[in-house]
């Protein structure tokens, strides 16, 4: 395995905006980008490159892992944006670093609602110059698909309740969507209401996407921490190779 550490996708030398890269032995891989959890208050790059990297390169995919700016100091959408920011840094290197180009988006808790939020709503790629149809894929792991509940708090509103608004995933859907693979994976004893939730995006996408492209899988486990850990490796591996 070798590793590309603190890569600034923005050019502006802030640690929030900088991103791990970790690559097979080999060439022509394809590449999974994979978004840290932590509600958008804690987490960082090394949670995601513990669980995946050396999972990921000896079957042959690089694992790219970015940071970026969270609560307090930052505020929705500031970490979209970000988000958009390293998937676009990651399309324009990722032949350089020996990739075939098939570059995938995802990633855990909040982490996936950032993955669920760009495949759904344009606005953030196109302001970072992102061609929506250069991304092979997205997978989310445990996304809240309703408004986010720390986004909710940080605006003053009680994070327990259930919402959909602009900040909501599922507000997006709609005819005429882009449509792209996506599997939704999540766990039974996952955070309240997170199963339904999925379950329902995932019932409100077959609606508007084609359903050959549509999965979800559902793990033993609490939120993101799956009874078997290779399970959860195996489906993010298993979706790569299908796509």
């Known amino acids: ?10 050019g502006r030398g802030v640690p929030e905006q900088m991103l791990d890269v970790f690559l097979p032995e080999t060439e022509g891989f394809d590449t999974v980008i994979c978004f840290h959890g932590g509600g958008f ?18 079957a042959g995919v690089a694992l790219v892992s970015p940071e970026y700016r969270m609560m307090p100091e930052s ?3 500031d970490f979209l944006y970000d988000a958009a920011r390293a998937v676009r840094y990651t399309l324009d ?4 670093w020996g990739g075939s180009g098939k570059v995938f988006v995802s990633g855990q ?4 609602y950032l993955t669920m939020m760009l495949y759904l709503n344009d606005r953030y790629y196109q302001s970072a110059g992102v061609d929506p149809e250069a991304v ?13 509940f720390n986004i909710m708090n940080d605006r003053g509103l009680d994070g327990r309740l259930e919402r959909i608004d602009e900040t909501a995933p599922i507000f997006y859907v709609r005819e005429g969507m882009r449509e792209k693979p996506l599997c939704l994976l999540f766990y039974t004893q996952d955070m309240p209401c997170r199963p339904e939730e999925n379950r329902l995006m995932y019932a409100s996408l077959k609606r508007f996407v084609r359903e050959e492209l549509l999965s979800w899988v559902q793990l033993e486990g609490r939120h993101c921490y799956p009874d078997h850990m290779e399970e959860r490796v195996e489906a993010y591996l298993d979706f790569v190779k299908k796509y």
């Open 136 to 148: 092979a894929g997205y997978f989310s792991e445990s996304s809240q698909q309703l408004a986010h």
């Open 41 to 58: 208050q804690k987490g960082d790059k090394g949670q995601v490159q513990m669980q995946f990297a050396e999972a990921f390169t000896n």
């Open 75 to 77: 505020h929705y959408p």
């Open 1 to 10: 395995m070798k590793s590309l550490l603190n890569l600034d996708y923005t």
């Open 109 to 112: 808790s909040a982490g996936a």
């Open 93 to 96: 290197h990722v032949k350089e």
